[in-house]
């Protein structure tokens, strides 16, 4: 059945070294995003992606990288340049060629740099 | 500089009562409004949204009122069920090409049996 899958689940990384979150999806979307959430706080784009190899940057970008190599992935790199990654990361992704609006989101990775 | 503000972190509500959560936003440009559920650690799902040419969108027990003049949108929840306990979120749609999404900080929404 169609989704967004993310994974892993949980990841733990030590600082200083770069990590890279998956986001697939099986929805033939357009669009995919990333965005991560902090305690008490709203969730923030960090980079959006509307077409294969094309994708901007979202509000919070610094410390971050992506890559859209393929419709159905849209894999983001924490690097250690980022002075706060841990976080909970999600993925969405939204369909262009219909008129809805909304964005679909995956189950998200918690990530913990120790 | 918060554009979409949801001023209270926190409601609860007895079950069978109604929830009304509130969203304020700034700028007038926004053109559609969502509202998401988030229970923790997972992502958010979608809940109804409603676009600026309207004023009410009603589906089931949610209903999502928007006041233009005054940049407010609500989520009405009636009745209530322990199973809406969750975080919600407003998001809000500025128009153009690039359907970014911006999120208020949500409010926890406690259904007490």
């Known amino acids: 059945d169609g989704g967004i899958t993310q994974s892993p689940k949980y990841l733990f990384r030590k600082e200083g070294q770069n990590v890279t979150l998956s986001c697939e999806q099986n929805?033939?979307?357009?669009?995919m995003y990333w965005y991560r959430q902090d305690p008490g706080q709203g969730l923030r784009l960090i980079y959006y992606?509307?077409?294969?190899?094309?994708?901007q940057k979202g509000d919070i970008a610094e410390g971050y990288s992506v890559s859209r190599e393929k419709k159905e992935s849209f894999p983001l790199t924490v690097t250690s340049a980022q002075k706060n990654p841990t976080a909970f990361y999600l993925c969405?992704?939204?369909?262009?060629?219909?008129?809805?609006?909304?964005?679909?989101f995956g189950p998200g990775t918690r990530l913990t740099v120790l | 500089d918060q554009q979409v503000k949801q001023n209270s972190p926190s409601l609860s509500v007895q079950e069978g009562r109604i929830s009304i959560l509130n969203c304020d936003y700034t700028n007038s440009m926004f053109d559609y409004f969502l509202w998401y559920k988030k229970y923790p650690a997972e992502g958010p799902t979608f809940l109804i949204s409603?676009?600026?040419?309207?004023d009410k969108n009603e589906d089931g027990r949610f209903t999502v009122f928007l006041n233009k003049s005054a940049k407010h949108l609500s989520l009405h929840i009636v009745p209530s069920q322990p199973g809406d306990s969750a975080v919600y979120f407003c998001a809000t749609l500025g128009g153009g090409s690039n359907y970014k999404l911006t999120f208020g900080k949500g409010t926890l929404l406690t259904v007490n049996p």
């Open positions: 969405a992704s939204r369909d262009r060629g219909t008129s809805g609006n909304e964005q679909f």
């Open positions: 409603i676009s600026s040419i309207k």
């Open positions: 929805l033939n979307h357009d669009a």
């Open positions: 992606s509307q077409i294969v190899n094309d994708f």
